[in-house]
């Protein structure tokens, strides 16, 4: 009776989160997927999660020739090909990075013609090298491995069952974000590493894309992602010793503010990756200010701490970082770079931590909402 109880609660936790997707019905000017082309030589993409948010806080964005523009349009006519954006499981505490706003990210990316990278943070907040926090529905089965495997699985597929449904179906796919530290923990205290617990959880939201990538006959490729390429050598190297081996891309987040590398010293460990593992790898994280001026209320992350040299704060030296690192991760063997949230600009809302963006001097348009030269490395 005991374990009857338990799947009965297993099935109504997981139903929660995904019944409750298919009754948020919207509708997407979207004939059909895009159509499977030829695989791209290197991505050039943007973490656009935040723009359905910003545009609601009166926020606007223009073009070069000034004009007001819809953003997706704005980084497809720059030459981005891939847009990647962050799913909460249920974030209770914004409207925003839950499944029916990402459907509606996604139908954006896909009608300016990108592809997509979606990003499973498994959490209803941030999940990042410092915490990875379940899901508070799957909170009481947090201690039954075999349930929470489950939950991971069915999460997983019938997301992406779903998406499939409207012709929104990601070409990538994260299993996890920044998980330099065991998934699904019960709190924000990180937990020592349990790989046998982190491997069986992380197999599993991986079995749950190969799947319904077979069960619909539609190629989704996976990433693990690590923040800081100095992470990943232990990171990966432990998983693998651990069965983590069924996955197709390395992605990393780089930011020189968080990392001990050097463009230089982090190019021979991206080669050292790509050899080791027979991986795919992209950069999906980085960012460079512009400006060390605030354009609002909100305290920015990356102040002068931030800066590095040869690369000043201005927009010069945010092209000039960003083309630099694009050079040096063709020349190491990598297939993309993305940048992050390079339109959280300047706006009129309210976040936990201050009134606007925390990031609006390194975001790719000015306070005006004009592009920075640094957009220019898509195209140069």
């Known amino acids: 009776m005991k374990n009857i109880l338990v799947y009965i609660l297993f099935f109504i936790l997981v139903g929660v989160a995904c019944n409750s997707s298919e009754k948020q019905e919207q509708d997407i000017d979207i004939e059909s997927e895009l159509e499977e082309t030829t695989e791209i030589d290197f991505y050039l993409g943007a973490d656009?999660?935040?723009?359905?948010?910003?545009?609601?806080?009166?926020?606007?964005?223009?073009?070069?020739?000034?004009?007001?523009?819809?953003?997706f349009t704005i980084f497809a006519n720059e030459g981005a090909n891939l847009v990647r954006v962050r799913l909460w499981h249920n974030p209770t505490w914004t409207n925003y990075s839950n499944y029916k706003d990402v459907e509606k990210t996604i139908g954006r990316a896909k009608k300016a013609k990108m592809k997509v990278l979606l990003d499973f943070h498994y959490s209803d907040d941030w999940a990042d090298p410092n915490k990875q926090i379940i899901p508070k529905a799957w909170l009481q089965v947090a201690d039954n491995i075999n349930i929470l495997g489950d939950s991971i699985y069915n999460y997983t597929y019938k997301t992406l069952e779903n998406l499939h449904r409207k012709n929104l179906l990601p070409e990538m796919v994260q299993v996890g974000n920044e998980t330099n530290i065991m998934i699904l923990q019960k709190t924000e205290k990180p937990a020592t590493m349990n790989w046998q617990r982190n491997a069986f959880l992380l197999n599993k939201g991986i079995q749950a894309i190969r799947d319904i990538s077979k069960d619909i006959d539609k190629k989704i490729e996976i990433m693990l992602h690590i923040a800081q390429p100095e992470?990943?050598?232990?990171?990966?190297?432990?998983?693998?010793?651990?069965?983590?081996?069924?996955?197709?891309?390395?992605?990393?987040?780089?930011?020189p503010k968080w990392s001990k590398y050097n463009l230089l010293e982090a190019s021979e460990v991206l080669k050292s990756l790509i050899k080791t593992y027979n991986k795919k790898l992209?950069?999906?994280?980085?960012?460079?200010?512009?400006?060390?001026?605030?354009?609002?209320?909100?305290?920015?992350?990356?102040?002068?701490?931030?800066?590095?040299?040869?690369?000043?704060?201005?927009?010069?030296?945010?092209?000039?970082?960003?083309?630099?690192?694009?050079?040096?991760?063709?020349?190491?063997?990598?297939?993309?770079?993305?940048?992050w949230e390079p339109a959280w600009v300047a706006n009129n809302c309210s976040t936990r931590w201050g009134k606007g963006s925390h990031w609006d001097n390194a975001t790719l348009f000015d306070k005006n909402y004009i592009p920075t030269k640094g957009m220019n490395f898509y195209n140069e």
């Open 282 to 339: 992209m950069v999906v994280e980085t960012a460079y200010p512009f400006t060390l001026e605030n354009a609002d209320a909100a305290g920015n992350i990356l102040g002068a701490d931030a800066l590095i040299d040869g690369y000043k704060a201005t927009q010069e030296g945010q092209l000039n970082y960003l083309l630099d690192l694009k050079k040096m991760l063709k020349n190491s063997g990598a297939k993309g770079l993305v940048y």
């Open 48 to 71: 656009l999660s935040y723009v359905n948010e910003i545009e609601n806080c009166n926020a606007v964005f223009k073009n070069d020739q000034k004009e007001i523009t819809d953003p």
């Open 231 to 255: 992470n990943a050598v232990w990171w990966f190297k432990q998983a693998k010793e651990n069965n983590v081996i069924d996955f197709d891309w390395i992605g990393l987040s780089y930011y």
